[in-house]
C-alpha cells in the first residue's frame, strides 16, 4: 500500500517484518513494506552520581520506508534520546536498531559516521547552521562532507534551495533570515545527496503556527516525492495531521495512543 | 565554496583583530630578538665579514679579532714575499682611550690600516673620504659613536692618549655592539696614538730579600713638537697581517703553510675568523641565551593567545562542529578547518609583523646605529615558528572538539 493522502494518518499493517517479541510495548502491526527503521528491546539508562534515571524501556518499534512517522510525547519523555539512538548518535544500555536493515549497534564510530553521512538527514530544532555562512555554503559544506565536488555542490545546493523556495535567499547570512527561512535551509541541507531517511528534532519548535506547518509541509512533500523515511520528533500537535503514522512515547514507552 | 575556517575567522572582526594583535605581539617579539641576535653577531665581524682578506695572520694566542698578541710588523713583509701570496698588509686593532672636545673620556678600539688597501673596507662613508687619513693624526670614527665619543661634525678635534686627534670623516655599519666604539685610521697615525711616544722606565732595586720597583713614564720630545708619524718599524707591533692569496691557490693549504713558516702564529681563512669572533661573542656573553629566552618567552605568550582564541572560536561554534560530527563528517575534516583556522591566524599576523621589524630594524639602524638583522633565513624560520605555534595552539582547540558529544545538537 502506498501512502495516498497527507491529510489523514495511516497505520501499515508489517507482516512482511520479523515477528515481534512477546515483550513489545507497541503492538506491532503487520505491513507490505521493508523497515527503513526497527529498533528492538531498547532500553537507555542513564547513570549520575551514583544513581541511575531509565529513560526508554524495552522499546520495540518499526517505521517502514517512504512514510513519514511522528514521534511524538511531553517534555522528558525520553523523545530526543530514543532518536539520537535511532541515528546512531548515541548508544542504547541494550538492545538493537536496525537503519535500512543494518545493525548500527554492531557498528564501530567511524562505520557509524560513515553510515549517518550516506543514509541520513539531519533537521534540529536550533537549525544549527554555521551562521558565518551564506544559506548556499550551509547547503554546500553538507554536500562537501559528503565527498561532492566543489563545482557540483554549488550547483545541487542552489537547486535544492530553489525547492525550497529560498532560491533568492542563497546569498544570505542565517542571521538576516526568519526562523521559518532557517529551517527551509536546514531541509536544504537535510536533502542533500538524497538520503533515504531524514531524522527531524521538534523542527517547528522554533517556528510560529504558521511557518511550522509550511516547513512541515514542505519537509512531508519533499520526503514523498523522492520517496523517503521521516522520522520527526515533536511536541507540536499542530502538524499531527500531515504524518501517515503516529506513535506516542511517555516515560520511556512507546504506544499507540497518548496515555494522558 | 567559501573556507569555513576563514569564515569562521571573519565573522567576529574585534575578536580576530585581538588574536591578531597578540600573534603580531608573539612575532615580533620572536623577529626583533632573532633580529637583534643576528645584528649582534654580524656586528662583531662585520670588519672581517666586510673585508676581501683571504687569510688573516695572528698570535697563535688570538681569541678574536679585538683579543690578540702583538706580532712584529716585519711579518708582513716576510709573508708577501712566500709563494701564493698576492699581497701582505698590516692591521692594528687595540684599544686606547680616548678624549672628547668636551674633555669626556671614553675607550676606543683604534683600527689601523693602509688608507691605500684594496683588502680592507671600513664600511659606509658618509662623510669624508679614506684618502684624508693619510693625513696625520686623523681619525674617521662611525656615526654610530658620535654621542660616546662627543662629537657632531667633521673636523672637530679630541685627543688620543693625550695625542690631538682631527675627525676627517664619518663612517657607518661598522661598529660592533660588543666592542668600544671605532674609530679608523692609517697605520702610522695607529701606532703612533697606541704608543702615543710615552716611554717607560722600570728601575728595580733588591734590598735585603725585597725587591722595590719603580716605573718612570717620560713623553717623547718629538712628540710635543708633533711630527709626522714615523712609517712602522720591522719591530713595531701589529695585531693581524692580511693576506690576499693568488688566484688559484687553496687558502686553507697556504694558511697550513703560514702557520709552518711563523712560529708562534696561526692563520685563520675569512670565514674562520668571522666564525671565531662572532662564536666568541655569542658563547662569552651569553647574549645569545638571553635573547633565545626573549624569543622563548614571545613563543609562549603567542602560544596561550592564540590557544584561547581558537578554543574560544571552537566553544563558539561547539554546536556547528557537533552537528557536522553528528551528520557523519570525520574527524579529521572538522581538525582540518581548526587547523586551517590557526594557519589563517598565522599567516594575516605574520606578515604585518614582519614589515613592522623591518621598518624597526630600518629606524634603529638609522637612528641608533644598532643593527636588527632580519635576513631572509630569519624570516623563513619566524615563519616556521609562528606557523608550528598557531598549530600547535590549534592542538587545545581539537582536542575539545574531539570530545564534542553529537547529541548537542539534539539540544536546543
Known amino acids: 500500500m502506498v501512502v495516498s493522502s497527507l491529510q489523514s494518518p495511516v497505520t501499515y499493517p508489517i507482516h512482511s517484518l520479523p515477528a515481534p517479541a512477546a515483550s513489545s510495548s507497541y503492538p506491532v502491526e503487520h505491513q507490505p513494506r521493508r523497515a527503513a527503521i526497527a529498533a528492538d528491546h531498547l532500553n537507555m539508562v542513564f547513570r549520575s552520581g551514583g544513581g541511575s534515571y531509565p529513560a526508554l524501556s524495552d522499546v520495540q518499534l518499526r ?18 534520546t530514543l532518536l539520537s539512538i535511532l541515528a546512531g548518535i548515541l548508544t542504547p544500555t541494550d538492545g538493537a536498531v536496525h537503519l535500512l536493515g543494518e545493525d548500527i549497534t554492531q557498528m564501530s564510530r567511524r562505520e557509524l559516521a560513515r553510515f549517518r553521512l550516506e543514509n541520513i538527514g ?14 548556499a555554503e550551509n547547503v554546500e559544506l553538507a554536500l ?27 546569498k544570505q547570512l542565517p542571521k538576516n533570515l526568519s526562523g521559518g527561512q532557517k529551517q527551509r535551509v536546514a531541509i536544504a541541507r537535510a536533502l542533500a545527496s538524497d538520503p533515504p531517511l531524514i531524522m527531524a528534532d521538534e523542527p517547528t519548535a522554533a517556528l510560529d503556527s504558521h511557518s511550522g506547518h509550511a516547513v512541515i509541509d514542505l519537509l512531508c512533500r519533499l520526503a514523498k516525492e523522492r520517496d523517503r523515511t521521516v522520522l520527526m520528533v515533536t511536541h507540536d500537535p499542530r502538524i499531527i495531521d500531515v504524518a501517515d503514522r503516529v506513535l506516542y512515547l511517555e516515560d520511556g514507552k512507546l504506544t499507540q495512543t497518548p496515555q494522558s | 565554496m567559501a573556507s569555513v575556517a576563514r569564515k569562521n575567522l571573519f565573522e567576529d572582526i574585534p575578536r580576530f583583530l585581538v588574536a591578531q594583535a597578540g600573534i603580531m605581539f608573539a612575532v615580533s617579539l620572536v623577529t626583533i630578538q ?22 688573516w695572520v695572528s698570535a697563535e694566542e688570538m681569541v678574536n679579532l679585538q683579543l690578540t698578541l702583538p706580532i712584529p710588523a716585519a711579518t708582513v713583509s716576510e709573508i708577501h714575499a712566500m709563494d701564493g701570496v698576492e699581497q701582505a698588509e698590516a692591521f692594528i686593532s687595540r684599544t686606547t682611550t680616548w678624549r672628547s672636545p668636551t674633555g669626556d673620556i671614553a675607550p676606543v678600539q683604534m683600527i689601523g690600516f693602509d688608507p691605500a688597501s684594496r683588502m680592507f673596507r671600513m664600511g659606509q662613508l658618509t662623510e669624508g673620504a679614506i684618502a684624508n687619513l693619510q693625513e696625520p693624526y686623523t681619525v ?227 637612528t641608533q646605529g644598532i643593527t636588527i638583522l632580519i635576513t631572509p633565513g630569519t624570516a623563513v624560520v619566524v615563519l616556521g615558528i609562528t606557523v608550528g605555534m598557531c598549530v600547535v595552539s590549534a592542538l587545545f582547540a581539537i582536542q575539545k572538539v574531539t570530545h564534542v558529544d553529537p547529541a548537542i545538537v539534539f539540544k536546543a
Open chain 1, 63 to 80: 517505521v517502514p520506508s517512504g512514510i513519514v512517522q511522528l514521534l511524538m510525547g511531553p517534555s522528558g519523555s525520553g523523545k530526543t
Open chain 1, 122 to 135: 539531519f533537521i534540529f530544532q536550533g537549525f544549527n547552521l554555521f551562521p558565518a555562512l551564506t544559506a
Open chain 1, 144 to 170: 562537501k562532507t559528503k565527498g561532492v565536488s566543489r563545482r557540483f555542490a554549488r550547483k545541487e545546493a542552489l537547486d535544492l534551495l530553489e525547492q525550497v523556495g529560498l532560491a533568492d535567499k542563497a
Open chain 2, 34 to 55: 632573532t633580529g637583534i641576535l643576528n645584528g649582534f653577531s654580524r656586528s662583531t665581524s662585520a670588519l672581517i665579514d666586510d673585508s676581501e682578506v683571504d687569510i
Open chain 2, 140 to 366: 674617521i670614527p662611525d656615526r654610530a659613536n658620535l654621542g660616546a665619543l662627543g662629537l657632531d661634525e667633521v673636523g672637530q678635534s679630541a685627543s688620543i692618549n693625550s695625542l690631538p686627534v682631527t675627525i676627517t670623516g664619518f663612517t657607518r655599519g661598522t661598529q660592533s655592539i660588543a666592542s668600544s666604539a671605532y674609530v679608523f685610521a692609517s697605520l702610522r697615525t695607529a701606532n703612533a696614538y697606541l704608543n702615543s711616544g710615552l716611554t717607560t722606565t722600570s728601575n728595580c732595586q733588591l734590598e735585603g730579600d725585597r725587591l722595590t720597583c719603580s716605573n718612570m713614564f717620560e713623553r717623547d720630545a718629538s712628540d710635543i713638537a708633533l711630527d709626522p708619524p714615523r712609517a712602522l718599524r720591522g719591530s713595531d707591533g701589529i695585531t693581524f697581517v692580511m693576506v690576499k692569496a693568488q688566484p688559484g691557490q687553496d687558502l686553507n693549504v697556504l694558511s697550513r703553510r703560514i702557520e709552518a713558516e711563523f712560529d708562534g702564529m696561526v692563520a685563520h681563512t675569512q670565514t674562520e675568523l668571522s666564525t671565531l669572533t662572532r662564536n666568541y661573542w655569542v658563547g662569552s656573553t651569553g647574549i645569545g641565551f638571553v635573547l633565545g629566552l626573549g624569543a622563548g618567552v614571545g613563543v609562549v605568550v603567542g602560544v596561550v593567545i592564540v590557544s584561547q582564541i581558537l578554543y574560544a572560536s571552537v566553544v563558539d561554534h561547539m554546536k556547528e562542529f557537533g552537528t557536522l560530527k553528528a551528520m557523519g563528517a570525520s574527524d579529521w575534516m572538522i581538525y582540518r578547518i581548526i587547523i586551517e583556522q590557526a594557519l589563517w591566524m598565522a599567516i594575516l599576523g605574520y606578515i604585518p609583523s614582519i614589515a613592522l621589524c623591518g621598518g624597526l630594524g630600518w629606524w634603529t639602524f638609522a
